[in-house]
Structure formats: structure tokens, C-alpha cells
């Protein structure tokens, strides 16, 4: 029986394949060495079909990848959000109740050679010390506060040792003792530098970072929309913008709502603290989340 072309064709796949059986491949060589359109047919496929081993194996090893990375993102993910979470707790238990003016927070011992030595109570966690030129020329004006933390009243007690205010010699006018409730300052040491009241402002640094955050993410944002259609821009684009929301998140995490503070380097560092894990957290998150993505119009087609 002759075999049409057409019967060789519909067996070509296995034979490229190398599942036919040893009969079979009798059967389709014979033909092929007789009929140049099956011998045509048959180099397009093996040219098409039977592509280098390199990349044979290339899409088990981009599985492989795909795997070993996903697994790593989710370690970073884990590992990045337990990081944020002990900053958090850390900053929660540390952060300063500030201890209203009474004479036995703080009180001043003059020593004869001229410094000022400053004795704090055992309720006393953590002070803060503002040195201002007096306005007459005759010293420094001192501005102090104490605060006590969780930390200190529950895990850890740790006296705060007597401080010298004054190292250097300077001249000590007058020393206030601040409220950070918006009450005017208590004159504890030397002359009043003013007749009226004196209140120690918080400052507002923190809130400028925020603001400035919030525009960075908004430029980013809009640089996304215009540009989205560019994928090389639209994710560096993501990639940047995560920063200043990391940054707002983490600000909300230290400070919550409130910006104004008395210890702006203490929240600030606070706030960085948690804003770089969080960062590579969301970094992590959101490649997590690209792949799912990525991954479910292909099984549903
Ligand atoms: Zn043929």
C-alpha cells in the first residue's frame, strides 16, 4: 500500500518528537527520501520545533527562579514587616510622657566652681536641654524638660545620673523648666530674662517632611498616569513612589496624626527606623503581588 503525504504528516509530529516506534520511522524515512514536500515539511519542523537545548531547558529554570525569588520576597516581606513591628513597639515603649513642672523632677545644685549640676528624680527617664544666648549678653538661658517611658517605668530602671549643664564654664543666667502642654515655663534658677510669660514651642519640622513627602508621591503619581503605558518608566515610577509612602506610613506609625514635636531627631530617626524596612517591605509586597497578577489571565486562558 502507498502511503499518501497525507498519513506521513499526521505522523511527522511523532517523528520529530522521537515517539514513533522503529516501524514507523521506516515508513516516514522511506517517504521522505521519495518526496521532497514531506522532506521540506519535515526540516520546518525540526527547525521550528526542536529548538537548542540551552533554552529547552530555559523555562524549567525560569520556574526554578521564579520560585527561589518568589520565596525570597516572601522572606524579605516577613522578615521587613517583624523588623517595622519591633522599630514600632520599640518607639511606642520609649516615647517620652513629659512630666509637668514639679520641684522634685529636677532640681539645680551650684556647685563653688561655677557649674550647675542638674539632679533628677527617680521618675526621671530621659531630659532635654535647650541653650539660648541670653538676650543681655550676661550668659545662657537654659530650657529643660524630663519625661519618663514605658520602658524605664516597667522593663528597665535606670537612674539618670547627675548632669552638668554648663561643661564648658558658660555662665548660667537662668534656667526654665518647659511644659510641653502649652503652659508657660517655670523660672527654677537665676533672674526672669522677661517680664511676661515664656512658652517653649514644639517644633514643626516633622510636618514640613510630610508635606514634602506628600508632593514627591504626587509628581510620581502623575508622572505614573501620563507614562503608563511605558512599562521601563511606569515601574521605576513604583518603585520611587513607594519612598515617601513608606516615609507617610511610617510617620503615621510614630507620631500618628500629629506632627508637632519636642524631640524632632528622636522622631525623625524614629521615623526612618521604620520607614527603610517598610520600604523593602512594600518593595517585596508588591512584586508578590505584580506576579499574581501576571499569573492569573494565563490560567484562565
Ligand atoms: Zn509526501
Known amino acids: 500500500m502507498k502511503i499518501s503525504c497525507n498519513v506521513i504528516r499526521d505522523i511527522l509530529p511523532l517523528y520529530v518528537e522521537d515517539m514513533a516506534s522503529q516501524d514507523t520511522r521506516d515508513l516516514v524515512e522511506e517517504h521522505i527520501a521519495s518526496c521532497e514536500n514531506c522532506k521540506k515539511r519535515l526540516e520546518e519542523m525540526r527547525t521550528f520545533e526542536e529548538p537548542p537545548v540551552d533554552t529547552d531547558i530555559a523555562p524549567l529554570r525560569n520556574i526554578q527562579n521564579t520560585l527561589r525569588r518568589k520565596k525570597l520576597q516572601t522572606i524579605i516581606l516577613s522578615v521587613m514587616v517583624t523588623l517595622v513591628f519591633a522599630v514600632v513597639t520599640m518607639a511606642y515603649l520609649t516615647t517620652p510622657e513629659y512630666i509637668p513642672y514639679n520641684e522634685n523632677a529636677v532640681s539645680i545644685i551650684e556647685k563653688d566652681d561655677g557649674t550647675v549640676l542638674l539632679n533628677f528624680s527617680e521618675e526621671v527617664s530621659g531630659f532635654n536641654v535647650n541653650q539660648s544666648p541670653a538676650a543681655d549678653n550676661s550668659g545662657y538661658v537654659y530650657d529643660i524638660t524630663t519625661w519618663e517611658t514605658i520602658w524605664d517605668q516597667k522593663i528597665s530602671k535606670n537612674q539618670l545620673e547627675n548632669t552638668v ?16 502642654d502649652g503652659s508657660e515655663n517655670t523660672l527654677i534658677y537665676g533672674d526672669s530674662i522677661t517680664n511676661g510669660s515664656v512658652v517653649t514651642l514644639p517644633r514643626l519640622v516633622l510636618s514640613y517632611y510630610v508635606l514634602f513627602a506628600i508632593g514627591f508621591s504626587l509628581i510620581c503619581g502623575i508622572g505614573w498616569a501620563l507614562f503608563r503605558k ?3 518608566i511606569k515601574n521605576g515610577l513604583e518603585i520611587i513612589i ?14 500618628g496624626l500629629h506632627s508637632a514635636t519636642y524631640l524632632a531627631g528622636r522622631d525623625f530617626y524614629a521615623i526612618l527606623l521604620v520607614t527603610i524596612p517598610l520600604y523593602f517591605a512594600l518593595l517585596a509586597g508588591r512584586n508578590i503581588l505584580k506576579k499574581l497578577s501576571v499569573k492569573k489571565p494565563k490560567s484562565t486562558l
Do not use: W
Request: overall charge negative; hydrophobic content about 40%.
Open 165 to 180: 549643664l554648663n561643661p564648658n564654664g558658660e555662665t548660667v543666667s537662668s534656667i526654665y523648666y518647659y511644659n510641653t
Open 230 to 232: 511605558n512599562e521601563i
Open 242 to 255: 513607594l519612598l515617601p509612602i513608606s516615609y507617610m506610613l511610617a510617620h503615621l506609625l510614630i507620631k
